[in-house]
């Protein structure tokens, strides 16, 4: 990863956990919740209405519109899959949630109160955030790495130490063998496991990934992607989660929304998705479309894997 990637990324997360850190109050436990979740009836656990955002184009440009009046529900219980090309606004929508930046029109409520009457400390200590390009601090271990908002938010050593042990089991990493290593001696995978880790560490009830699961090769990423959603889950999380893999978002998805160019395009099931009549929406579903047929012909169905 190219030294400013890694650097934006770590300043997001040094402005995140700063910001937590200024609460200092205890943690509440996670609700566990090993049924499937009841997402029709249910009022919407996130819900933007008619959000938008600009940013200044900076020396007399036009300033960019990122987010385009975009309305959307996220039920308790659901995970959401979040589509589209580079710069439709992805990310900028995710932020707008936790008020890392705010928005310019429009409204965006977490469990009916408007993000904006909340403080945003304890609004950002019930959402987990996984940062687009990891955002681990490289010169602290794995265990401090996820350990950081538990210690900012007052928790003692012994309870720390617990806390990052419950979750280095929670992402499948071997705890002696990880928690006092340095970022920079896992594997792009192991990294990954450790920034949903950190995510989890205040227990939220609310996740926002922002390409999680980005730059792994397609087994690990596999792998990852199944055990978040069991995650998901068993925890009881309402997840956002960006990906560019619509193939991804299909699989793992309760729903999927598409973004193109700050605009919310198109929003619904997958099955719901290939009834659209959009072309972008078609041509997104052309391709793993395509693969799976390509794959029926290529892979005899009684091989040995
Ligand atoms: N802080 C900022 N200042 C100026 N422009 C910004 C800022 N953040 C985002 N933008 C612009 O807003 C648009 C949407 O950016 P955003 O990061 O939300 O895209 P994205 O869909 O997440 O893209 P990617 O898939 O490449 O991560 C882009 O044109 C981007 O250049
Ligand atoms: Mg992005």
Redesign the pocket.
């Given at each position: 990863m190219c030294c400013g990637v890694w650097i934006t990324a770590i300043a997001a997360t040094i402005q995140l956990i700063a910001a937590i850190g200024k609460g200092r109050v205890g943690l509440v436990g996670w609700t566990r919740c090993d049924s499937p979740n009841g997402m029709t009836a249910a009022p919407p656990l996130i819900a933007f209405a008619h959000v938008g955002k600009s940013?200044?184009g900076g020396r007399g440009a036009t300033p960019?519109v990122?987010v385009n009046d975009v309305s959307l529900d996220v039920a308790a219980g659901e995970l959401l899959a979040i589509v589209?090309?580079?710069?439709?606004?992805?990310?900028?929508?995710l932020r707008l949630a936790n008020r890392l930046i705010e928005a310019d029109s429009g409204s965006i409520t977490i469990d009916g109160e408007d993000v904006r009457k909340i403080d945003p400390i304890p609004l950002r200590r019930r959402i987990g955030y996984v940062f687009?390009s990891g955002g681990l601090f490289p010169h602290m271990s794995v265990a401090d790495n996820i350990g950081i908002t538990p210690r900012l938010l007052g928790l003692s050593a012994a309870e720390i130490a617990s806390r990052v042990d419950e979750l280095l089991d929670l992402v499948r990493l071997d705890r002696t063998q990880h928690r006092d290593r340095l970022p920079h001696e896992l594997s792009g995978g192991q990294r990954q496991r450790v920034g949903v880790a950190r995510a989890l560490a205040a227990r939220p009830r609310i996740v926002l990934m922002d390409?999680p699961f980005g730059a792994l090769d397609p087994l690990t990423r596999d792998a990852l992607g199944d055990d978040f959603r069991d995650l998901h889950r068993k925890l009881g999380l309402t997840t956002i989660m960006?990906t560019?893999d619509m193939t991804e978002a299909i699989l793992l998805a309760d729903r999927i929304a598409v973004?193109r160019g700050?605009k919310l395009l198109a929003q619904g099931t997958p099955a719901e998705l290939s009834s659209s009549d959009d072309p972008y929406v078609g041509e997104l579903l052309r391709t793993p479309r395509r693969q799976a047929e390509r794959l029926n012909v290529l892979l005899p169905r009684d091989g040995a894997a």
């Open positions: 940013f200044d960019v990122a589209g090309g580079s710069g439709s606004g992805k990310t900028t929508l687009q390409e960006i560019h973004m700050g």
